[in-house]
Protein backbone atom coordinates (compact mmCIF):
# COMPACT_ATOMS: atom_id res chain seq x y z
CA UNK A 1 0.00 0.00 0.00
CA UNK A 2 1.48 3.69 -1.24
CA UNK A 3 1.66 5.80 1.53
CA UNK A 4 0.34 9.49 1.11
CA UNK A 5 2.75 12.16 1.62
CA UNK A 6 2.22 15.92 1.78
CA UNK A 7 3.31 18.08 -0.34
CA UNK A 8 2.81 21.92 -0.69
CA UNK A 9 -1.07 21.43 0.38
CA UNK A 10 -1.51 18.33 -1.50
CA UNK A 11 -1.92 15.07 0.44
CA UNK A 12 -0.30 12.65 -2.57
CA UNK A 13 0.68 8.91 -3.04
CA UNK A 14 4.11 9.21 -2.67
CA UNK A 15 4.48 7.86 -6.16
CA UNK A 16 2.41 11.02 -7.59
CA UNK A 17 4.58 13.42 -4.94
CA UNK A 18 7.11 15.98 -6.96
CA UNK A 19 9.70 19.15 -6.38
CA UNK A 20 11.47 21.17 -8.86
CA UNK A 21 14.65 20.16 -9.64
CA UNK A 22 15.00 23.77 -8.97
CA UNK A 23 14.29 23.51 -5.35
CA UNK A 24 17.15 24.96 -3.30
CA UNK A 25 16.85 22.26 -0.80
CA UNK A 26 17.70 19.71 -3.81
CA UNK A 27 20.45 22.38 -4.92
CA UNK A 28 21.97 23.64 -1.99
CA UNK A 29 20.51 22.17 1.56
CA UNK A 30 19.18 25.60 2.09
CA UNK A 31 16.36 23.87 4.48
CA UNK A 32 15.65 22.63 7.57
CA UNK A 33 14.09 19.28 9.21
CA UNK A 34 12.03 18.27 12.34
CA UNK A 35 11.23 14.43 12.80
CA UNK A 36 8.21 14.18 15.38
CA UNK A 37 7.52 10.25 17.17
CA UNK A 38 4.20 8.60 16.76
CA UNK A 39 3.03 6.23 19.59
CA UNK A 40 -0.10 4.85 20.08
CA UNK A 41 -1.37 7.57 16.94
CA UNK A 42 -0.41 9.73 18.89
CA UNK A 43 2.25 12.89 18.82
CA UNK A 44 4.92 13.18 21.16
CA UNK A 45 6.41 16.50 22.36
CA UNK A 46 4.52 18.36 19.13
CA UNK A 47 4.80 21.73 20.72
CA UNK A 48 8.42 21.32 21.15
CA UNK A 49 9.37 20.30 17.29
CA UNK A 50 6.96 23.39 16.44
CA UNK A 51 9.06 25.71 18.59
CA UNK A 52 12.48 24.65 17.86
CA UNK A 53 11.47 24.57 13.73
CA UNK A 54 10.01 28.09 13.52
CA UNK A 55 13.53 28.72 15.44
CA UNK A 56 15.51 27.06 12.58
CA UNK A 57 13.57 28.71 9.87
CA UNK A 58 14.40 32.04 11.65
CA UNK A 59 17.90 31.66 11.91
CA UNK A 60 18.26 30.95 8.21
CA UNK A 61 15.78 33.69 7.23
CA UNK A 62 13.29 31.01 5.39
CA UNK A 63 9.61 32.01 5.21
CA UNK A 64 7.12 30.04 7.90
CA UNK A 65 5.30 27.81 5.27
CA UNK A 66 1.68 27.55 7.87
CA UNK A 67 0.69 28.33 11.40
CA UNK A 68 1.54 25.37 13.92
CA UNK A 69 -2.36 25.12 14.07
CA UNK A 70 -2.23 24.22 10.17
CA UNK A 71 1.24 22.01 10.89
CA UNK A 72 -0.60 20.04 13.52
CA UNK A 73 -3.57 19.50 11.52
CA UNK A 74 -1.42 18.01 8.51
CA UNK A 75 0.69 15.51 11.05
CA UNK A 76 -2.74 14.02 12.15
CA UNK A 77 -4.21 14.18 8.69
CA UNK A 78 -1.20 11.91 7.45
CA UNK A 79 -1.58 9.36 10.60
CA UNK A 80 -4.93 8.70 9.95
CA UNK A 81 -4.20 8.59 6.27
CA UNK A 82 -1.45 6.13 6.92
CA UNK A 83 -2.69 4.41 9.82
CA UNK A 84 0.35 4.63 11.69
CA UNK A 85 0.13 3.50 15.26
CA UNK A 86 3.92 3.64 15.97
CA UNK A 87 6.22 5.79 13.94
CA UNK A 88 7.94 8.62 12.78
CA UNK A 89 6.79 12.05 10.60
CA UNK A 90 9.76 13.00 8.89
CA UNK A 91 9.05 17.02 7.90
CA UNK A 92 11.02 19.31 5.49
CA UNK A 93 11.10 23.02 5.03
CA UNK A 94 12.77 24.78 2.32
CA UNK A 95 13.57 28.04 1.17
CA UNK A 96 11.69 26.69 -2.16
CA UNK A 97 11.87 27.52 -5.98
CA UNK A 98 13.28 30.53 -7.40
CA UNK A 99 13.04 29.63 -11.06
CA UNK A 100 16.87 29.09 -11.82
CA UNK A 101 20.15 27.74 -9.93
CA UNK A 102 21.47 31.09 -8.14
CA UNK A 103 23.52 31.42 -5.12
CA UNK A 104 22.06 34.39 -3.53
CA UNK A 105 18.59 34.03 -1.77
CA UNK A 106 15.15 34.24 -3.90
CA UNK A 107 13.21 37.48 -2.67
CA UNK A 108 10.11 37.43 -0.10
CA UNK A 109 7.45 36.21 -3.37
CA UNK A 110 8.88 32.72 -3.61
CA UNK A 111 7.43 30.66 -1.36
CA UNK A 112 8.98 27.91 1.09
CA UNK A 113 8.30 24.24 0.15
CA UNK A 114 6.91 22.00 2.71
CA UNK A 115 6.80 18.33 2.21
CA UNK A 116 5.95 15.83 5.32
CA UNK A 117 5.78 12.06 5.48
CA UNK A 118 5.17 9.17 7.94
CA UNK A 119 7.47 6.31 8.74
CA UNK A 120 5.57 3.25 10.81
CA UNK A 121 7.65 1.59 12.88
CA UNK A 122 6.17 -1.22 14.71
CA UNK A 123 6.84 -1.79 18.31
CA UNK A 124 9.75 0.86 18.31
CA UNK A 125 9.52 1.90 21.90
CA UNK A 126 10.27 -2.01 22.79
CA UNK A 127 13.09 -1.81 21.01
CA UNK A 128 15.72 -4.93 21.28
CA UNK A 129 18.98 -2.71 21.12
CA UNK A 130 17.43 -0.81 24.22
CA UNK A 131 17.75 -4.35 25.72
CA UNK A 132 21.16 -5.15 24.49
CA UNK A 133 22.34 -1.55 24.08
CA UNK A 134 24.72 -0.17 20.91
CA UNK A 135 27.94 0.30 20.17
CA UNK A 136 29.90 3.56 18.86
CA UNK A 137 32.78 4.40 17.57
CA UNK A 138 34.77 8.19 17.66
CA UNK A 139 35.19 10.34 14.53
CA UNK A 140 36.15 13.55 13.83
CA UNK A 141 33.65 16.52 14.16
CA UNK A 142 34.47 18.44 10.66
CA UNK A 143 30.48 19.80 10.51
CA UNK A 144 29.70 23.48 9.98
CA UNK A 145 29.97 25.47 13.04
CA UNK A 146 25.64 26.09 13.52
CA UNK A 147 25.00 22.49 14.25
CA UNK A 148 21.77 23.88 16.81
CA UNK A 149 19.81 24.50 13.20
CA UNK A 150 18.36 21.68 12.06
CA UNK A 151 19.10 21.39 8.81
CA UNK A 152 18.88 18.87 5.90
CA UNK A 153 23.05 19.15 5.55
CA UNK A 154 23.46 15.59 6.37
CA UNK A 155 25.87 13.94 4.63
CA UNK A 156 28.28 14.00 7.01
CA UNK A 157 26.12 11.97 9.62
CA UNK A 158 25.36 10.16 7.20
CA UNK A 159 29.51 8.90 6.52
CA UNK A 160 29.25 8.87 9.64
CA UNK A 161 26.72 6.15 9.99
CA UNK A 162 28.60 4.27 7.59
CA UNK A 163 31.79 4.67 8.98
CA UNK A 164 30.14 2.63 12.29
CA UNK A 165 28.61 -0.17 9.97
CA UNK A 166 32.08 -0.97 8.34
CA UNK A 167 33.58 -0.96 11.83
CA UNK A 168 30.87 -3.49 13.15
CA UNK A 169 29.62 -0.78 15.23
CA UNK A 170 26.13 1.06 15.59
CA UNK A 171 26.38 4.68 15.24
CA UNK A 172 29.40 7.34 15.85
CA UNK A 173 30.06 9.84 18.50
CA UNK A 174 32.29 12.90 17.00
CA UNK A 175 34.51 14.72 18.74
CA UNK A 176 36.02 18.30 18.52
CA UNK A 177 38.62 19.85 20.19
CA UNK A 178 39.36 16.50 21.89
CA UNK A 179 35.67 16.54 23.60
CA UNK A 180 32.49 14.41 22.29
CA UNK A 181 29.83 17.48 20.58
CA UNK A 182 26.95 14.63 19.19
CA UNK A 183 26.17 11.15 17.62
CA UNK A 184 25.50 11.27 14.18
CA UNK A 185 21.68 12.01 14.82
CA UNK A 186 21.43 12.73 18.66
CA UNK A 187 22.79 13.97 22.15
CA UNK A 188 25.86 12.11 23.48
CA UNK A 189 25.75 11.36 27.89
CA UNK A 190 27.62 9.27 30.19
CA UNK A 191 26.80 8.47 33.93
CA UNK A 192 29.59 8.47 36.45
CA UNK A 193 28.96 7.76 40.17
CA UNK A 194 25.47 8.30 39.31
CA UNK A 195 26.08 11.64 37.82
CA UNK A 196 24.16 12.04 34.00
CA UNK A 197 27.03 14.26 32.50
CA UNK A 198 25.93 16.15 28.81
CA UNK A 199 27.56 18.91 26.57
CA UNK A 200 25.89 22.16 27.35
CA UNK A 201 23.63 24.10 24.87
CA UNK A 202 25.47 26.21 22.18
CA UNK A 203 26.17 26.27 18.40
CA UNK A 204 28.34 22.94 18.55
CA UNK A 205 25.00 20.58 19.32
CA UNK A 206 21.48 20.45 18.38
CA UNK A 207 19.31 21.46 21.28
CA UNK A 208 17.01 18.08 21.36
CA UNK A 209 13.72 18.06 22.01
CA UNK A 210 14.18 14.99 23.68
CA UNK A 211 17.25 15.77 25.58
CA UNK A 212 15.47 18.65 26.99
CA UNK A 213 12.81 16.33 28.08
CA UNK A 214 14.67 13.72 29.47
CA UNK A 215 16.94 16.08 31.21
CA UNK A 216 13.79 17.53 32.87
CA UNK A 217 12.67 14.18 33.46
CA UNK A 218 15.74 13.29 35.52
CA UNK A 219 16.02 16.57 37.83
CA UNK A 220 12.36 15.74 38.54
CA UNK A 221 13.45 12.14 39.65
CA UNK A 222 16.09 13.65 41.32
CA UNK A 223 18.77 12.71 39.22
CA UNK A 224 22.36 14.95 39.25
CA UNK A 225 23.11 16.34 35.74
CA UNK A 226 26.43 18.19 34.74
CA UNK A 227 26.32 20.28 31.63
CA UNK A 228 29.97 20.29 29.96
CA UNK A 229 32.14 18.90 27.51
CA UNK A 230 33.84 14.89 28.67
CA UNK A 231 36.52 13.51 26.30
CA UNK A 232 36.41 10.00 24.46
CA UNK A 233 38.28 8.59 27.63
CA UNK A 234 36.05 9.32 30.55
CA UNK A 235 33.32 7.71 28.18
CA UNK A 236 35.85 4.75 28.49
CA UNK A 237 36.01 5.41 32.03
CA UNK A 238 32.47 5.57 32.90
CA UNK A 239 29.80 4.04 34.59
CA UNK A 240 27.46 4.12 31.53
CA UNK A 241 26.39 5.65 28.54
CA UNK A 242 23.53 6.55 26.61
CA UNK A 243 22.06 8.88 23.75
CA UNK A 244 18.85 10.56 23.24
CA UNK A 245 16.76 11.32 20.21
CA UNK A 246 13.26 11.46 18.65
CA UNK A 247 13.46 8.03 17.06
CA UNK A 248 15.50 6.24 19.96
CA UNK A 249 14.42 7.65 22.98
CA UNK A 250 16.93 7.25 25.29
CA UNK A 251 18.87 4.43 24.17
CA UNK A 252 21.92 2.65 25.73
CA UNK A 253 25.92 2.73 24.69
CA UNK A 254 27.50 -0.57 25.84
CA UNK A 255 31.24 0.12 23.69
CA UNK A 256 33.05 2.93 22.63
CA UNK A 257 36.15 2.38 19.87
CA UNK A 258 35.66 -1.64 21.27
CA UNK A 259 36.03 -0.93 24.82
CA UNK A 260 33.32 -1.72 27.04
CA UNK A 261 31.62 0.80 29.35
CA UNK A 262 30.60 -0.20 32.95
CA UNK A 263 29.96 -3.89 32.68
CA UNK A 264 29.49 -3.53 28.83
CA UNK A 265 25.30 -4.03 29.12
CA UNK A 266 22.76 -1.30 29.99
CA UNK A 267 23.29 0.58 33.09
CA UNK A 268 20.21 1.43 35.66
CA UNK A 269 19.94 5.16 35.41
CA UNK A 270 19.77 4.82 31.38
CA UNK A 271 17.34 1.96 31.88
CA UNK A 272 15.38 4.09 33.95
CA UNK A 273 15.29 7.42 32.34
CA UNK A 274 13.99 5.72 29.35
CA UNK A 275 10.86 4.00 31.28
CA UNK A 276 10.28 7.60 32.74
CA UNK A 277 10.55 9.03 29.07
CA UNK A 278 8.07 6.43 27.31
CA UNK A 279 5.47 6.58 30.35
CA UNK A 280 5.64 10.62 30.89
CA UNK A 281 5.34 11.19 27.10
CA UNK A 282 2.38 9.06 26.34
CA UNK A 283 0.75 11.14 28.75
CA UNK A 284 1.11 14.40 27.21
CA UNK A 285 0.97 12.99 23.68
CA UNK A 286 -1.67 14.52 21.57
Request: contains cysteine; glycine residues 8%.
Amino acid sequence: MSRIVYVNGQYLPESEATISIFDRGFLMADGVYEVTSVLDGKLLDFAGHSVRLARSLKELDIATPCSDEELLAIHRELVTRNEVVDGMIYLQVTRGNPGDRDFAFPGADVKPTLVMFTQSKPGMADSPQAKTGIKVISIEDIRWGRRDIKTVQLLYPSMGKMMAKKAGADDAWMVEDGHVTEGTSNNAYIVKNGRIITRQLSHDILHGITRAAVLRFAAEAQMEVEERPFTIDEAKAADEAFFTSASAFVMPVVEIDEAAIGTGKPGPVATRLREIYLEESRKTAI
